[in-house]
């Protein structure tokens, strides 16, 4: 029983397409959200999204855009996709609305890659 | 704005010995939360403690603990009886939920690596 699942896990694709990464969580989670993890590591959150409200990090390019059909699902649509792209990408959920809950639960991951 | 630090870039120890990585944060919230992640290389992330910071008990998971020291603004995690498996980056991250959303703020990691 796979908490959060993303699809696909490797993604290899040239400069100039646009691509899609699908994220659902059967958790009955309200909230999603999108990290992006760099060559060194480093974990930066790239949208939340609670109940319809999108909530953007100033820093993400438009090129980036988040999809909602339903609680369960949070698609990252990527357009124009350049170099600097490449990542790992983790989408996440977790239950804001319950006192005490804080943990995020990820999924296993996308390696994106731009050639 | 909050901020996670994680000092030790790398560290090593030896099987069945004890570790402890560093984490400090600054935030200027009352009600946070402070999680420790491990990422092995499989690249799963995956929760190794939490603790919530209205609690003053150390959390403890097993052979995972933490000393959260809230006035020093600092949450270290001790390995005890280091096992080959826990080999793999560990992430320190905080969240506030004041509002409908919260968004994990990570540290830069530590990569653990435990020998035989």
């Known amino acids: 029983d796979t908490a959060v699942s993303q699809t696909p896990k490797y993604l290899v694709t040239q400069m100039g397409n646009d691509k899609s990464i699908k994220c659902e969580q059967n958790?009955?989670?309200?909230?999603m959200y999108w990290y992006k993890q760099d060559s060194k590591k480093f974990l930066k959150i790239m949208f939340s999204?609670?109940?319809?409200?999108?909530?953007i990090n100033e820093t993400v390019p438009n090129r980036f855009s988040p999809k909602s059909p339903d609680k369960a699902h949070l698609n990252l649509h990527i357009n124009s996709l350049e170099l600097g792209d490449s990542a790992v990408y983790f989408c996440a959920s977790s239950q804001v609305r319950i006192a005490g809950a804080g943990e995020q639960y990820f999924g296993p991951g996308t390696r994106l890659t731009v050639t | 704005a909050q901020t996670v630090t994680q000092s030790q870039p790398e560290m090593s120890v030896q099987e069945a010995e004890t570790v402890t990585l560093s984490c400090t944060y600054d935030?200027?919230?009352?009600?946070?939360?402070l999680f420790w992640y491990k990422q092995p290389p499989s690249r799963q992330m995956i929760l190794v403690i939490r603790q919530e910071a209205y609690k003053q008990q150390n959390a403890t998971e097993n052979r995972f603990s933490v000393n959260f020291q809230k006035a020093a603004k600092s949450f270290s995690l001790k390995i005890s009886d280091s096992q080959l498996g826990d080999t793999a980056m560990y992430f320190c991250?905080?969240?506030?939920?004041?509002?409908?959303?919260?968004?994990?703020?990570f540290g830069k990691g530590t990569k653990l690596s435990v020998k035989p």
């Open positions: 991250a905080s969240v506030y939920y004041g509002g409908s959303q919260g968004n994990l703020i």
């Open positions: 958790l009955g989670h309200d909230t």
């Open positions: 999204y609670n109940n319809k409200e999108l909530i």
């Open positions: 935030t200027s919230e009352n009600n946070y939360y």
